[in-house]
């Protein structure tokens, strides 16, 4: 009997590069696509594949989207599952950037009373638009996502906003991964018997 996989299209930065973010798409052949935030404009770019979304710290003022094929918004505090070939997996998003205090799109009260109500041990992947090890701990919300974080311990938590790739631990334990922006590349997670393992995809185009 044939061992099946789903696999995991993790993507961040798309901004204006949707050739780059198709081609991904098109190479890997994703059951899904979850995103890290950053777009100039919402829009459906992979066809029938679910696409999952957070907003980073540019995102269009208005949204006008197509109702049938449209990127899902992932609402702060909600746990999504997705279930293929009995592999299953479940995620969530915080919003937002720490250092744009007075943008629109960054992370406050609000988004952090989102995360208080994730319960501990139940969450497989957290998306975030920029890692809270990256950003200046003098901040005032870094501190409690990273509180945060170390309550919820999903097994994997995602970044974009540097524009460079980089692998860190919280608590010794849960892995937060910063990916490159679109055009350098993304990330693939293959999921095996409820398994997960992560790949790192260069662009082949730059």
Do not use: W
């Amino acid at each position: 009997k044939r061992v099946r996989k789903m696999k995991i299209l993790i993507l961040t930065d798309i901004h204006e590069d949707y050739t780059a973010a198709i081609s991904a798409h098109e190479i890997e052949r994703p059951e899904i696509v979850l995103d890290c935030g950053d777009h100039h404009e919402i829009k459906n770019l992979f066809g029938q594949t679910p696409h999952f979304y957070i907003y980073g710290n540019h995102e269009p003022e208005n949204v006008s989207l197509d109702i049938l094929c449209s990127p899902t918004k992932i609402i702060g505090g909600a746990i999504y599952e997705f279930e293929r070939d009995n592999n299953r997996i479940s995620f969530a998003g915080l919003d937002g950037n720490y250092s744009h205090s007075f943008s629109l799109y960054s992370v406050g009260e609000k988004e952090v009373e989102g995360l208080k109500i994730i319960p501990s041990g139940k969450l497989d992947i957290l998306l975030v638009h920029e890692s809270p090890l990256n950003a200046n701990c003098s901040i005032e919300y870094v501190p409690q996502v990273i509180s945060e974080i170390e309550r919820i311990r999903p097994k994997f938590v995602f970044a974009g906003h540097s524009g460079k790739y980089s692998e860190d631990l919280i608590r010794g334990e849960i892995k937060i991964i910063t990916l490159d922006n679109i055009v350098k590349g993304y990330g693939l997670l293959n999921i095996t018997k409820n398994k997960a393992t992560f790949q790192r995809k260069i662009a082949r185009y730059r």
